[in-house]
């Protein structure tokens, strides 16, 4: 269209959509509007020469197209204008956009494609992390103390357990430690872990004070009583038997007096020998005194 008639069609869209819209009342003007834009959008979708892939725009244009579409997703909604023929009874049809008649529904296809190609990769992406931390790591754990062997224990032969006492057997193996005294039992589920094991490799000892083990012949399998902390553990496949026993208010005296500073103790089970493991509180600092300073300063 020459410059005459978009001068033409400005004015009777003004008087078709503007605010003082009358071209409803002018039947002339309303036939020469419907004619020229008719004109224009033949104009404007008069073929294209294709690109280098016909019937798609180039690459860049995709792009771009693609993020004015994504724009427009979020973008506030124009508002309303009330028709200019309405209150006449009459309702013209907007004009078409340029935008979509140069872009036909065909040419919409890539763009729309490509908008649920990018919108698969970020779902990906986000199940990717999702998962990954669903998963988690595995973080290594010490399977040691790092606390320091202080002993290792031999059976003391001369120590006579009563058969019976806490599921000791007759001929069972003991040991004593700074008033405590250790010796092998049965795991019958009374004694050792708690639950009986049906593992006849299983090994299981108890620790309480030396004071506290009765001799032989006073001994009543039937009907006797203990009093004070009793330690027991049984060992579990590869697992051997530990028993931990804390330094307390319970602790023997001479077991407190050998470690002043100890926290606790471990004692495991090793065949016929148990070795002894000491945690100990950290050594205190001396506290300074206001005469502590070096005469220099």
């Known amino acids: 269209m020459d410059i005459a008639l978009e001068e033409e069609l400005r004015s009777l869209r003004a008087r078709a959509y503007g605010p003082k819209a009358d071209i409803s009342q002018d039947a002339a003007a309303l036939r020469r509007l419907d004619e020229l834009e008719t004109l224009r959008r033949e104009r404007i979708t008069a073929p294209i020469a294709p690109t280098a892939d016909a019937g798609e725009l180039p690459e860049d244009d995709l792009w771009d197209e693609t993020d004015r579409e ?20 009459q309702v013209l049809a907007a004009p078409t956009d340029s935008a979509d008649a140069a872009h036909p529904a065909t040419d919409r296809t890539p763009r729309r494609r490509r908008l649920l190609w990018v919108a698969s990769l970020v779902a990906a992406a986000v199940g990717g992390a999702g998962l990954t931390a669903a998963v988690g790591v595995m973080l290594p754990v010490s399977t040691s103390s790092g606390a320091p062997q202080i002993a290792t224990l031999e059976a003391n032969s001369s120590i006579t357990i009563p058969q019976g006492f806490f599921g000791a057997a007759a001929d069972t193996q003991a040991f004593e430690f700074h008033g405590l005294t250790l010796f092998q039992n049965v795991n019958n589920g009374i004694f050792g872990n708690g639950s009986a094991s049906s593992d006849p490799t299983s090994s299981c000892f108890v620790v309480l004070g030396s004071d506290q083990v009765p001799a032989p012949e006073e001994f009543d399998s039937s009907s006797w009583g203990y009093e004070g902390p009793v330690y027991s553990a049984c060992s579990t496949g590869v697992f051997p038997a530990a028993v931990s026993v804390p330094f307390d208010g319970d602790s023997p005296e001479e077991l407190s007096a050998q470690f002043p500073s100890g926290r606790a103790l471990q004692f495991v089970l090793d065949g016929d020998r148990i070795g002894v493991f000491l945690d100990s509180k950290p050594a205190s600092t001396p506290e300074s005194t206001p005469g502590s300073e070096s005469a220099g300063e």
């Open 70 to 89: 994504v724009r427009a997703l979020f973008a506030p909604a124009p508002e309303a204008n009330p028709e200019p023929g309405a209150m006449h009874g």
